[in-house]
């Protein structure tokens, strides 16, 4: 009985681990389930069946892949450019010492603190009063959704920044190494990592966001708006199709990353 005791004892993290992971990974095997459901009407959410038709048919409800298509261009564009422009910044706010620095990091957390639907009126408002109320669509969410982007990429970035040692820059530049090579082959590589992160959390932002979004598409429609105006009709299983690939291939991405640290870590040992 001791021994069984003193195993739960130093066990006991893990176990609670695991199942505070398996709570939050729930929802997730659900998509994956009913990405193979075949259900008895349009208004049932239940396993009624197994079937490979929701992945056989992936475009068959109207305008899904079309929506699809819209979040994915609109995520990887606004990506890019928030990643771009919050890197410079991130590198501008740590490296340097200028006037107003202070009241720069508070406006960048602002989007951040700020409830999307007052950043979404907001940004209604603005586009209104300037002309676009008849233009609103991919534009107009561009915009939007790289202002609530640009604060999570500075802010990761800043912390890796943060953490990075300025020894090593400096020991590049004593082996007469420029500006511009101690950039590429010290600096860029150590803070890659964060970049990666705050790309990736860009991205799963904008494709995620329905509030902002939908105050400001106009006639567009991207995914998370789709499944929104789905939910009044009955939700198609293909929605679980698209979840299911979205958690795949993040979750490849993530195994390549973590395996890529794990082989640039023994290459540096």
Not at 43 to 64: A, H, K, M, R
Not at 212 to 232: E, H, Y
Not at 238 to 257: K, S
Request: hydrophobic content about 55%; some cysteine; proline content about 4%.
């Amino acid at each position: 009985m001791r021994a069984v005791t003193d195993w739960i004892a130093r066990h006991l993290v893990l176990m609670i681990g695991l199942l505070v992971l398996l709570y939050m990974l729930t929802p997730v095997f659900v998509v994956v389930l009913m990405s193979f459901n075949q259900p008895a009407g349009r208004n049932t959410y239940t396993f009624d069946g197994f079937t490979l038709d929701n992945w056989t048919s992936l475009c068959e409800p109207y305008q899904l892949c079309s929506s699809v298509r819209l979040s994915l261009e609109i995520g990887l564009l606004a990506t890019v450019i928030a990643t771009l422009l919050g890197t410079l910044m991130a590198f501008a706010m740590v490296r340097h010492r200028f006037r107003g620095r202070g009241a720069a990091n508070v406006f960048i957390f602002l989007p951040m603190a700020t409830p999307e639907i007052v950043m979404g009126s907001s940004l209604l408002a603005l586009f209104v009063n300037a002309g676009l109320a008849g233009k609103l669509g991919f534009w107009t969410i561009f915009v939007a959704h790289v202002m609530f982007c640009l604060s999570f990429v500075v802010v990761t970035v800043k912390a890796r920044l943060a953490g990075m040692d300025p020894r090593l820059e400096q020991a590049a530049a004593d082996l007469y190494a420029n500006e511009w090579q101690t950039f590429w082959r010290v600096s860029f590589p150590l803070v890659f990592p964060g970049i990666l992160a705050a790309a990736l959390l860009s991205f799963s932002l904008s494709f995620d966001d329905f509030i902002i979004t939908n105050l400001n598409a106009g006639q567009q429609v991207t995914f998370p708006m789709f499944v929104w105006g789905a939910n009044t009709k009955g939700i198609p299983m293909q929605i679980n199709v698209i979840g299911t690939i979205m958690f795949a291939i993040a979750l490849v991405v993530v195994v390549v990353g973590e395996f890529g640290s794990r082989r640039r870590s023994r290459a540096l040992a």
